[in-house]
């Protein structure tokens, strides 16, 4: 089974939601003349890091963005992996992705995890305590959001469920590109699995990004690479391919998990 992918990086412009959803409506739009199966978005796309502006800014309850990611999947017949926007949920605020698939139902919700505090989220932010696990456009699959990416126990975690593909959508600034995509490879070569993690390009007050929204095969070869452009990419997924790398080598198998403490 193939399933087509489209990366939706963008230049998410700094305290402004209201640009960023019709920048998120052209990208979905893209995405689906290109007759992709999911777009998936980057992280905080909603009001990018103006964390100390996420009581006039975040969405309340995650209503708009759920609103917004139902009608185009709808609109489009296409799965969205909605990278994550911040919610605000009674007096806390959260980054968070929501998942739907092309009729608008919601699949999955996760939390980021792993508050990034040289980013001030642990000054702003609720950490989440629970994993995404869904099936979209057929495949089994879990979501993360940028940061997580550095806690493989927690990767594992979700992916010994049973997941064909892991997504990651991140705000992953230019001075640590290289650490991202030796991270990424090695989150789908240990775990068997397809990885599509997309970053933004552009820049924020205190940092420069610089995109590489990657698709990564299960043998840790990257089969796209946005590079620096600000649009929609597009890769093919070959899941057939899981089963030649999973057969000889059964690392899920052969774990010995009463040694790992
Ligand atoms: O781990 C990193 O280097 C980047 C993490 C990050 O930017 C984030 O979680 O928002």
Same mark, same amino acid.
């Given at each position: ?43 905080m796309w ?38 994550s926007v ?53 495949? &089994?699959?879990?979501? %993360?959001?940028?940061?997580? !990416? ?5 990767? @594992?975690?979700? =992916?010994?469920? $049973? ?41 924020? &007050?205190?940092?420069? %990004?610089?995109?590489?929204? !990657?698709?990564?095969d299960p043998?840790? @070869?990257?089969? =796209?690479?946005? $590079? ?34």
């Amino acid at each position: 089974m193939k399933i087509k992918v489209a990366l939706g990086q963008f230049n998410i412009q700094f305290a402004q939601p209201a640009a960023n959803r019709t920048r998120v409506r052209e990208l979905v739009a893209a995405a689906a003349d290109g007759e992709a199966d999911v777009v998936v978005l980057p992280e905080m796309w909603n009001t990018g890091y103006a964390l100390d502006k996420l009581p006039a800014l975040a969405d309340e309850g995650g209503q708009e963005t759920l609103a917004l990611l139902q009608e185009l999947a709808r609109q489009y017949q296409v799965g969205i992996v909605g990278g994550s926007v911040a919610v605000k949920i009674g007096p806390h605020f959260v980054n968070r992705t929501l998942v739907v698939d092309p009729l608008g139902n919601l699949l999955g919700q996760y939390d980021k995890v792993h508050l990034f505090g040289l980013m001030a989220e642990d000054q702003y932010l609720q950490a989440g305590n629970q994993e995404n696990y869904f099936r979209l456009a057929g495949v &089994p699959s879990a979501s %993360f959001i940028c940061y997580d !990416l550095r806690f493989p126990e927690w990767i @594992r975690t979700v =992916a010994r469920h $049973g997941t064909d593909l892991l997504y990651f959508p991140a705000e992953w600034p230019a001075v640590r590109i290289p650490q991202w995509e030796i991270l990424l490879r090695a989150r789908a070569v240990e775990n068997q699995c397809f990885v599509v993690a997309v970053n933004r390009v552009g820049d924020d &007050p205190d940092n420069h %990004f610089n995109g590489h929204s !990657l698709v990564i095969d299960p043998l840790g @070869r990257v089969i =796209a690479d946005a $590079g620096e452009r600000d649009g929609v990419i597009f890769a093919e997924i070959d899941l057939d391919q899981l089963g030649t790398v999973r057969g000889p080598i059964p690392v899920f198998a052969d774990r010995r998990p009463e040694l790992y403490k």
